[in-house]
């Protein structure tokens, strides 16, 4: 029978590619961790992420550690501005690390502009790397544009001239902004409603309140 649920339903785990830490939710246990990527400088546009490689053993044992026993269904988001080599870089990452406690075809990853709502409905979504600010709009679980802007030159002014040219384009002026809380930074504080790590992961909001009470 054709499962209808949605891969952040289908997945026992949620991982969120941060620019400090890899940040996990295990649905089965409603637990929070993180991995954090706590050695080496800060790089003016080089993502943190890029320490899995570095020290890649050191990283697939943190993995390990944090999942546990048992095979599992991992949903990796990633950078909106990820390229094409570090979002399979990423996926080599998981399955090394977790081999066979890797369901077979369990692994999928979105962008952190799709994992901001959920899998209907239309919104967009503001995130930041190292490298950029992403306004993207989001429609129906997929990004249908978006637009990369440099973090370390671009002021909000930027950001709210994007934001409203994406209202224009989908013709609702008060289209709904979300950015993620684990991100958050000031030019991106205030432009709509922040999402807490475990409203992103549940997408429940009963849920999600519960986790962080």
Known sequence: MWDKRTPLQKADVFIWTGEDALRIWDRRRGQEQEIPFDHGQKVPYVPRFHLLWEDPKHY????????GRGKK?????????????????????????????????????????????????????????????????????????????????????????????????AGEPGLKVRYPETEEDWTLMGLGKSVSFARIATMDKKKAAAAVS
């Open 73 to 169: 269904r991992i949903l990796l988001a990633a950078p909106d501005d990820a390229t094409f080599i570090e979002r399979t870089a990423l996926e080599d990452f998981i399955c090394v690390s977790l081999g066979r406690r890797l369901r077979r075809g369990g692994l999928t990853i979105c962008s952190h502009s799709v994992s901001l709502g959920k899998p209907s409905g239309q919104y967009i979504a503001a995130t930041r790397t190292a490298r950029c600010y992403c306004v993207a709009l989001v429609k129906d679980g997929a990004v249908v544009d978006s637009q990369l802007l440099d973090a370390h030159r671009s002021e909000r002014g930027a950001l709210e001239w994007e934001i409203r040219d994406f209202r224009d384009q």
């Open 60 to 67: 697939q044992e943190a993995l390990r550690r944090a999942l």
